[in-house]
């Protein structure tokens, strides 16, 4: 069992950046892939990024590339997540998600792929 906290959310102005972190602990060892999922009121939850670090795959949605930077510090175990030029529709919930798996470039995104899942920090921009 892999236990995910994230930090970092805040309510900021378009153009500014924020900086996601999410904190594993416990089976770590037993993870291949972590991603970052958001979801926004009345809407379903999206894949932002995902990162399989063992194979240096890195993977974004369309809507945050150049924007968005997802790194991991293995050391500490964590997942980060560097969002720069926020947007109004970058305001959500984000989740941090790790996978047993190496997730392919064409299902990074998949819900189902991903087993453990943190509890979420908001993230709120206005224009």
């Known amino acids: 069992q892999v236990h995910l906290v994230e930090s970092g959310g805040g309510s900021v102005q378009a153009g500014e950046s924020l900086r996601l972190s999410c904190a594993a602990t416990?089976?770590?060892?037993?993870?291949?892939?972590m991603a970052w999922f958001r979801q926004a009121p009345g809407k379903e939850r999206e894949g932002v990024a995902s990162?399989?670090?063992?194979?240096?795959?890195?993977y974004y949605a369309d809507s945050v590339k150049g924007r968005f930077t997802i790194s991991q510090d293995a050391a500490e175990n964590m997942l980060l997540l560097q969002m720069n030029s926020l947007k109004p529709d970058d305001t959500a919930m984000y989740y941090c998600?790790?996978?047993?798996?190496?997730?392919?470039?064409?299902?990074?995104?998949?819900?189902?792929?991903?087993?453990?899942w943190g509890q979420g920090t908001q993230v709120t921009v206005s224009s």
């Open positions: 998600a790790t996978s047993p798996i190496g997730v392919a470039g064409n299902t990074w995104f998949r819900i189902g792929h991903y087993l453990s």
């Open positions: 416990g089976s770590t060892d037993s993870v291949r892939s």
């Open positions: 990162i399989w670090p063992r194979a240096g795959n890195i």
